[in-house]
């Protein structure tokens, strides 16, 4: 017969083993829970397929950086400075020609002065840069603007060919609403409303991208929905776009 001592050590013992056994079934629950999580979030579809981080899309320089608000005091001094070089043309109405000759006055005058007055102050004259442009840099500058060129040149012979009469209705519909935008600003104020959305939204999407992500998914297949009746209800009763679907 066994002790009440032995009896009471050995039912110890079983709870003991019990609540070790809980213990690791709850870690490998939440161990399990957060490897389903991480998998999760790495199978998660990004918005137009992206597989890498935003900022190595844009080419992870200093471009991107810049973009990206990594050093947000060179950032945000540059939006100032387009914003209030808008300002001067907008608001004030600042004309072109005269905003560059009244900045090289300036600078002009400013050079001149402290070169003069080093000598009496003990201070060195600036040091203006030597910008010269070697024959392979204006090369390489107009083979890359003769490729660009030839591009927009054969998309136009292209469209205008009358062969592909989806991507004619594209470019119809492209170039009339950029003709609305452009009725209703001015270039200069459309030109800095797209460098405020291209140079802020990339850093608001990285902050809130996993909602995004959600809602431009939903977005485009909706888009996909509405395409695809469009094409049943009006392209497909059109004739050289029905010819190439039966061919």
């Excluded at 999760?40 to 137009?48: E, G, P, T």
């Excluded at 844009?58 to 387009?82: E, H, P, Y």
């Excluded at 297949?221 to 392209?235: A, P, R, S, T």
Aim: charged share 25%.
């Amino acid at each position: 017969m066994m002790s009440e001592s032995e009896e009471h050590g050995s039912l110890l013992e079983k709870i003991s083993d019990k609540i070790h056994e809980f213990k690791k079934d709850s870690s490998s629950s939440s161990s399990d829970s957060d490897d389903d999580k991480k998998s999760h979030k790495s199978k998660k579809k990004h918005l137009f397929g992206r597989k890498h981080p935003l900022h190595h899309v844009l080419g992870g320089g200093k471009a991107a950086d810049l973009v990206m608000w990594r050093d947000k005091q060179t950032s945000g001094s540059i939006l100032a400075g387009v914003t209030v070089i808008w300002l001067l043309f907008e608001g004030i109405g600042y004309h072109l020609l005269t905003f560059l000759c009244h900045l090289l006055i300036v600078f002009l005058t400013v050079s001149f002065v402290w070169s003069n007055a080093a000598s009496f102050i003990n201070r060195s004259p600036p040091k203006l840069p030597e910008v010269i442009l070697s024959e392979t840099q204006c090369l390489m500058i107009a083979h890359v603007l003769r490729k660009e060129i030839n591009e927009a040149f054969l998309t136009l012979q292209n469209v205008a060919s009358g062969k592909d009469l989806k991507t004619y209705l594209t470019s119809i519909g492209v170039l009339w609403f950029i003709s609305i935008i452009g009725g209703c600003f001015s270039f200069l104020t459309l030109s800095y409303t797209l460098f405020l959305m291209a140079y802020t939204l990339p850093m608001l999407y990285e902050k809130y991208e996993d909602e995004v992500d959600v809602v431009g998914e939903k977005a485009l297949i909706e888009i996909k929905k509405q395409y695809v009746v469009f094409d049943e209800k009006v392209l497909s009763k059109i004739p050289m776009l029905a010819d190439k679907k039966q061919h």
